[in-house]
């Protein structure tokens, strides 16, 4: 089964999912949802015309896990997958583990849990049954990002550099699909090359401030001209749109972590928030001026900015201006 931390797992075959269940835990969604495809991926491979369906955790019965695990006309191989298992209705909660006990074997059952402590003790059954797979999907520290991308190339055929990898984290920032379509981008663009620090830069192009990262700590420190300048040479020199709300979303995760944050020192809080060490002290700058229900508007400001890029609008450039002025406005009214 797929492993959480490594970009190149190896593929489950049909005889790993079929009359099992994978049961997907951890907080980092973009490892869950790998698991979930490989899964997917097996079944279909193994038969082209088996059935493919969800359910939420909260909505799930007998009677709905009977449904969804029933043959159907067209074949008797099924993929079920469950999500948000933290939300199973405690009635369900018997018949699912009773399922688990004994899966059907044209079935793959996929339970998806979403991390942290409610459901744990759903979780604890299940992890004794023999029929259960654990695919664990942990969040990355901030040292292992550079590991992770070097991965992501190597997996595409391509060797990346240390150097390379580091400049791209701090060029994309920690999304981790973003630096996985960032390192699939530069494998493509130059295949069969080694990917250094200097083709790293190249593909981004412009100024070395005109990163995503740069428009995203510019709008955070409330350098609201110089946010918007920042953005212009990053969308005129080819930075995609979805680097730049990325880069946002990891700005407002490491403040929200810096405000809760317990340790003192720049590499106990670096780890503590997950950012580098060199980090620490421009996040430091920033948070003087948020306060917690700004922190709250800005993150759902960045989501629906991304949710607007990712569902192809119209005007990118326009998306992403609102987001920084709307940001700056919010850290000027802290």
Request: charged share 25%; aromatic share 6%; with cysteine.
């Amino acid at each position: 089964m797929p492993a959480p931390r490594s970009a190149a797992p190896r593929a489950p075959s049909a005889t790993d999912v079929l009359g099992r269940v994978t049961l997907v835990t951890g907080k980092e969604e973009f490892f869950g949802e790998r698991t979930v495809a490989a899964v997917r991926g097996a079944v279909r491979a193994h038969d082209p015309e088996s059935e493919l369906s969800e359910a939420a955790a909260a909505e799930l019965s007998l009677a709905t896990l009977g449904e969804l695990s029933a043959p159907s006309l067209f074949s008797s191989i099924r993929c079920v997958v469950v999500r948000s298992l933290e939300n199973l209705p405690e009635e369900s909660v018997a018949g699912l583990l009773a399922y688990a006990g004994s899966p059907s074997e044209d079935v793959a059952l996929v339970l998806v849990h979403g991390g942290g402590q409610k459901g744990s003790g759903v979780l604890t059954k299940l992890r004794k049954l023999p029929a259960v797979t654990e695919v664990k999907s942990g969040e990355l520290k901030a040292s292992e990002y550079p590991s992770f991308v070097i991965n992501e190339a190597r997996q595409m055929g391509a060797r990346m550099e240390p150097d390379a990898a580091t400049t791209l984290v701090q060029a994309v920032g920690q999304d981790l699909r973003s630096l996985s379509a960032a390192a699939h981008q530069l494998t493509n663009d130059f295949p069969g090359e080694t990917l250094t620090e200097e083709r790293v830069k190249r593909y981004f192009g412009g100024r070395v401030e005109a990163k995503s990262f740069a428009v995203a700590d510019a709008a955070f420190a409330g350098r609201r001209l110089e946010a918007l300048e920042e953005l212009r040479w990053a969308l005129d020199g080819g930075t995609p749109a979805v680097l730049i709300t990325s880069a946002f979303a990891g700005g407002v995760r490491g403040l929200a972590r810096f405000k809760g944050a317990r340790s003192r020192g720049e590499q106990d809080l670096a780890k503590e928030i997950g950012v580098p060490p060199w980090k620490v002290r421009s996040v430091r700058d920033q948070a003087r001026g948020w306060s917690s229900p700004a922190l709250g508007e800005a993150v759902r400001a960045v989501a629906r900015a991304d949710a607007d890029i990712k569902g192809a609008a119209s005007d990118a450039a326009y998306t992403l201006e609102r987001l920084v002025l709307t940001v700056t406005e919010l850290r000027e009214r802290g």
